[in-house]
């Protein structure tokens, strides 16, 4: 494949809101600075390789629909580098200096896992070179659910070979990220769980799990690897319940293993909304446990119980996901603050201080009698909101 | 009222599987001997006052439907001593020696809580004697949702009165569970959540919770009440979302806040299908994390959104409650040891004990070449369940 | 309860976007033209009578929340009366010039039917008084929902006195409505439905449904009622399952039961969404099929299982309402109009007369070899509609 | 491949329910009599070619995991024909008499229509050989949605060309079903419907699924084909919404276009499910709306949000699907006759003729009084029902 892989597009630029050019920024203008900081630097737009160029337009019911000129029907090495020239060109075009990726997805599987080593290890070569200096990855990750061996589980396989066998991948993708100067790298246990719990020992499998990332932290110290380890959570799908289900649920398994030092969380907004949650709860549950890594800013269909990971172009659900990341003064925050402002006196002080007992309590309650309960002022808040888009 | 309140109900007998009687226990013959433990200390069914006394039959769209004779239309404390009368006379012909109970259910709400607390007083002193010495409660709870003050939360309301005014009003269960030699005390935090995030600070709300567990577990010891503390975890219902999400949830708070030796879980079916967990997921996470403390064995609609709370009719479902209780050896036991023998080996052995590093374990994946993934043998173990009913 | 009941607020008046005053409209300026037509009368919108003045504020498990000062405890006639002068301040406070009501919610349920319609009548009166020349109901309709005799339905509960009773609740309902100078009269079978089919004779009770709206159908003419009979589709809530699934499932009764051409549906969006489907499915449903009556443009939680009656205040929610109201040339309109061009052919009009057979399509397929599909520009679609809100 | 397919796998035998041979039937005795006639033909067992043979594995985040071992890899003429061989064997020695394909799945495609047809003519040829005298299908239909041509749907999709190649292949798929003495065709469009309805003509794209039956069935009285066609409804997966949504949305769609009478429905559970009914009322809507003709008794799980496709292991779930084959008398039917036994009266007659009005009906109601109402008896109806499994 000579030349261009995308011709006749020129990089993407900002045109502003009235630009009726779909391939145009309307309000993202990278160098602009909001907040004292560019706006390039508050939303780190990272190209994911998988969906970009390895996703096919295949579903559960139908075959590949989506044919890039450049493929030529094979899964060979000379075609994994081919998409990654492919894959640095669309990077430039699009003028964003961040991209993630999995192993399998770059590089192909080989008969041993010797020669796959291999493999991983010209691509990463190549996607080395074609990086420069401005350009490296958000994240790298193995992807440990495609091939069938991985389908019982990866890190809680019922079989110790599979689990060997995921370890000694993570090891090599870890190392990989490590070289292509990656600043995370993402664990997503798409087959850790189950497909029925009476065939299942899910103690034992969660045990396993815990052991397994214990060893990759360790392994990550070893090498000097200094990025941050991240758990991607997700309720379900391709598992009937995975372990990983949302934040609370990674928390806890991290806070029981002693890992909670160790990692933080992936938020992926269609995973959110999938385990019954908003993803702005699932973002604000990773931040209040110290654990608001990365954001995967997608979107899902409301009515639909799978995972479409369409791109978020609702402005409203745009917002409320950087509501997480924009601490700013305005009129919500004040009405929130407001709204607990009984609790910024002496005795509200004591018992955020954990210095007020029942006894104390019940003293006052008697003291006060019932108690006066303002609105929430739900609507309010509501208008306040979208005015604001 | 004089005389019975269920004229013509005698006790219920066990009369087997044969009987047409729907008043007599088909399977359920308390004294039996199952595996060295009789049924009923296996089952310890307890009688829920507010289902079975104070439910009135109401929904969101429809006023009362059920109307006990012995109700004059009044809260008051006579009514409340007469139906605590009818409760005995019920939980005796049933046959159970276990109750449980909220406080403003069982006694009537007045104008300031020290009339309140002397009603409540008076009917505990009726159920004191009314209880004789073999019947106890299972639990007491407070009931911190119904009454307005608690629109915003009890322990996570936005106003310092109502968080004091709630301490109170469970201190005040607290020493009535206590001398009612009450097995347990539940927190269910039907009002501690959100209806929006927009207008709340989810993490000074669940610090205050925080705070008021805290001071729960104190005042416990304080009063030498040894029961067990339970958190019952909800999903929604009635707020939009609560922060006792799920069993893992639950954990993730308790062990955050370093509570997790002090308080164990009540799993409910129904709201463990709400949270898109099946009843006996919910359970087995709660044994897994050392929580599972009560079981409330109900059932919901899988295709209805809120908690319906019906008795558990479907064999297969209550079969699988019992597993997470019941652990015997059988073939469904046998068939998950073996899933996982390949970890019964010096390698898997090293990796369960921590010992198994990533360049240990790539090794021997070099070694051992491709695994070999075996069948999990779901419909096998799903034939043998229901073999087994 | 003399003078004002909402003191100090004025009448509502447009102040245009940049208005921080939450008492007055932003967008809507009753006057202004759109496409040719006043937004009053695009928007038509109406005071639910229910909501604004008989909503307290209680939930499943919540007592009422919501006190209104000229409130005095009870369900008097003078109280009802008392109500209706407030809900006609409150309309023209709010400058819009349509209501609608169900019969129970303003006036007082009494010992008998006849004493209970002289109450709707003495309301009634007043209403019509109060209406004045400008003011009139968008609908009424009766509550069959909320008295305790409704519990298993009103025209498809398996009482047969019951059915009679709601019946003559219909006629006067009706009645009241055409005195008002109602435009519709609405049917909200929110208990026309099971809990269980296990005691239900679906067949029977659909049948009854059938008939009771013929009777409806044929007193309407009888009195000379020109107005639209509107059905209200809900999934479930209150019952398990209701008849009146979704637009699609109450078509398809009024087909069978030849009553197509005589009512309308009336769409609610928080109930489409509790049926699986976007608001703008069942619009566009009713549209399609003829039987777009009316909007109750509401929103609900999209992770919450019941109702949540919201104000519609996210602006792509109600963009979307609006299509299915607002036909317009644009963008939009012309991307959907090309994606079906290869059908504005002689080979595509053939098909759409229904002329086109297997065997010419056979010839015609084998003649042309495979078919070229073109993308169907999903995210450009998202895009422009996002672009113009 | 010579030989078996299944070798040491002996004809499947009824042992009893005490049998632990998983591969014998425990209650399912072919020759036994059950109300009059056979097991085997109360329960039309059927072998679905695609699941059993065509069936990989794979799922949206897996490449294969099943693997015959006669299975060469390709998907060649060759490979289909001993596909087929195997077909017969599986079906002889489970011992039933039914099975059902889709066009595809038999017979590969090739470049041209033309030759794709001469394979399936081929394979066809096999089948019919293989059937012998005692097996025949269930059904045939033709795979509609797999090839990329079927993105955007077959009749309902954007291009003409799309609508032709389709209506080309079901002629085709007829013929074949028609040849192998098929008792029922299937139409299941799982394209039929949409991803936004921002790009969709929806009434557009439903006339054209109304012509395209209409041709279906004049092609079929046209070649004399006896068979009945079926439509299976299923709300989404593989689109965000299919137009057959359930059975009540089929049937409006049915009677809309007139086809009501030439068409029935195949209900499958987890397509029930989906849709947010349980299977039980899908079929009790297609039995009442006269459209009954198959079940797919499949089941799903209830906290996954799409088609899982499983064997239907639970009793009680089983049980209730016969629920709507079997009518039967017993105390079930016994509990509902007396439910609505006040319409067994002169004034319920009257009702259910359709020959009381309005007027007849308010002075029943006031002549009456206050209706009495039972209670429903759920809790004893689902006794009666658990008591029998």
Redesign the interface.
């Known amino acids: 494949w000579e030349g261009e892989f995308f011709p006749g597009i020129p990089t993407i630029k900002y045109e502003g809101?009235t630009s009726k050019n779909?391939l145009s920024f309307?309000w993202y203008n990278a160098q602009e600075e909001i907040l004292g900081k560019k706006m390039k630097d508050w939303m780190r737009f990272s190209v994911a390789f998988w969906h970009t160029f390895r996703g096919s337009?295949a579903?559960?019911?139908?075959?590949?629909?989506k044919n890039w000129p450049w493929e030529d029907g094979t899964n060979s090495l000379a075609m994994a580098k081919r998409r990654m020239r492919a894959n640095f060109e669309f990077i430039k075009k699009l003028g964003v200096d961040l991209w993630c990726f999995h192993d399998r997805d770059i590089a192909p599987d080989a008969e041993?896992?010797?020669e796959t080593n291999k493999n991983l290890d010209e691509v990463v070569a190549l996607a080395k070179k074609l990086q420069g200096t401005k350009i490296h990855p958000l994240w790298g990750t193995s992807q440990l659910?495609?091939?069938?061996?991985?389908?019982?589980g990866a890190a809680t396989?019922?079989?110790?070979?599979?689990?060997?066998?995921a370890?000694?991948q993570?090891?090599?993708a870890m190392e990989a990220t490590h070289y292509l100067g990656g600043e995370n790298y993402v664990f997503w246990g798409?087959?850790e769980g189950y497909?029925?719990?009476?065939?299942?020992?899910?103690?034992?499998e969660?045990?396993?799990m815990a052991?397994f990332l214990?060893?990759?932290v360790?392994?990550k110290k070893k090498i000097g690897f200094n990025g941050t380890l991240l758990i991607e959570p997700k309720?379900?799908?391709?598992t009937?319940?995975q372990y990983d289900?949302?934040a609370?649920?990674s928390?806890?398994?991290l806070?029981?293993y002693g890992l909670i030092d160790e990692f933080k969380l992936n938020i992926e907004c269609n995973h959110a909304?999938?385990?019954?949650?908003?993803c702005?709860?699932e973002l604000?549950?990773a931040?209040?446990?110290g654990l608001l890594g990365n954001i995967d800013a997608n979107t899902g269909?409301?009515?639909?119980?799978?995972d479409?990971d369409q791109?978020l172009?609702?402005?409203?659900e745009a917002t409320m996901v950087m509501l997480s990341v924009v601490r700013n003064d305005g009129s919500?925050t004040d009405?929130?603050?407001k709204?607990?402002q009984?609790?910024d006196?002496e005795?509200?002080t004591k018992?955020?201080a954990?210095k007020?007992?029942?006894?104390m309590?019940?003293k006052?309650?008697?003291e006060?009698?019932?108690?006066?309960?303002?609105s929430?002022?739900?609507?309010?808040?509501?208008?306040?909101?979208?005015?604001a888009?």
């Open positions: 809101p779909p309307k337009g579903d559960p019911f139908g075959s590949a629909t041993t896992l010797e659910f495609l091939h069938p061996r991985y389908m019982h396989s019922s079989e110790v070979g599979v689990y060997a066998y370890a000694a993570v090891k090599k798409g087959r497909q029925t719990l009476l065939n299942t020992d899910m103690e034992r969660l045990d396993h052991r214990e060893a990759a360790a392994y309720p379900q799908e391709p009937k319940h289900w949302d609370a649920t928390a806890n398994f806070r029981k909304t999938l385990s019954g949650h908003s702005h709860h604000e549950t931040r209040i446990n269909d409301p009515q639909v119980g799978w479409t791109f172009t609702d402005i409203s919500l009405l929130v603050r709204r607990y009984s609790f006196t005795i509200g018992i955020e954990g007020a007992d029942f006894e309590l019940e006052k309650a008697m006060w009698g019932e108690p006066k309960v303002p929430a002022k739900q609507e309010l808040a509501e208008m306040i909101f979208q005015s888009l």
